[in-house]
């Protein structure tokens, strides 16, 4: 089993339209919890991060932790075709930026006009 | 000010040639990761290092890859040998970020395409 899992889709939905992106991990010894998004041939960028459970949310992006059931999941209000793009989720156990992270396949997403 | 820059954007080798990937890190940047992402793949973590010490090569794949950092900024990654199952896109990433210090995102470049034939 992967550390880190994620449906590699593709999905396609209509503009405006709410997407749900979810990962699920198996190692519970992770406090950091990442998704970044990736546009073809570029590298991945930081969307949000959050530490162990919980909510954060950024302007259309909400991320979501639930511990108990090792889920996380990214929510994408009001999508808009610039949101076409593969997302990818990750963990990392402590401070991120000294410490390899883990990522999941990644989902590829597309947002119709 | 400039991002992550990674040369060549694409690299085509014959197999059994070898190969030698640059990474030009955020200037001041100390902390400084390979990673090998394959076609539909996340991101797989090869090496780490901080400064010009490298503190974890435990996802090297096999000992035909060789990463160095001799003066703490620029890097190189090598592959000696490729063979196909080395082709992949191979994404540099670097942070800010000293021990004990605040969390600070990566930034990666946009990697180089290795394509072994």
């Known amino acids: 089993q992967k550390e880190v899992e994620q449906d590699p889709g593709p999905l396609s939905v209509p503009e405006g339209a709410i997407v749900s992106l979810n990962c699920t991990y198996s190692?519970?010894?992770?406090?950091?919890f990442m998704w970044y998004r990736q546009y073809s041939r570029k590298g991945p960028e930081l969307l949000m991060y959050?530490?162990?459970?919980g909510n954060k949310e950024d302007g259309r992006f909400t991320a979501q932790v639930d511990k108990s059931s090792k889920y996380i999941s990214l929510f994408i209000r009001d999508s808009q075709p610039s949101d076409s793009a593969t997302y990818l989720c990750a963990r990392g156990r402590s401070n991120f930026g000294n410490e390899k992270l883990t990522f999941g396949t990644g989902t590829r997403l597309t947002i119709i006009p | 000010g400039a991002g992550v820059s990674q040369s060549p954007r694409y690299k085509v080798a014959k197999r059994g040639q070898d190969v030698a990937l640059r990474c030009d890190p955020i200037s001041g940047h100390v902390s400084l990761f390979w990673y090998q992402q394959a076609l539909g793949q996340g991101p797989e973590f090869l090496t780490y290092?901080?400064?010009?010490?490298?503190?974890?090569k435990s996802g090297l794949p096999s000992d035909r890859f060789f990463a160095e950092r001799p003066e703490g900024s620029v890097s190189t990654l090598k592959i000696q040998r490729t063979q196909q199952e080395d082709s992949a896109v191979y994404l540099c990433a670097s942070s800010d970020t000293r021990r004990d210090s605040d969390n600070s995102p990566l930034h990666f470049g946009n990697g180089t395409r290795l394509t072994v034939t």
């Open positions: 190692n519970s010894a992770f406090q950091y």
């Open positions: 290092f901080q400064n010009e010490a490298q503190l974890d």
């Open positions: 959050t530490y162990s459970s």
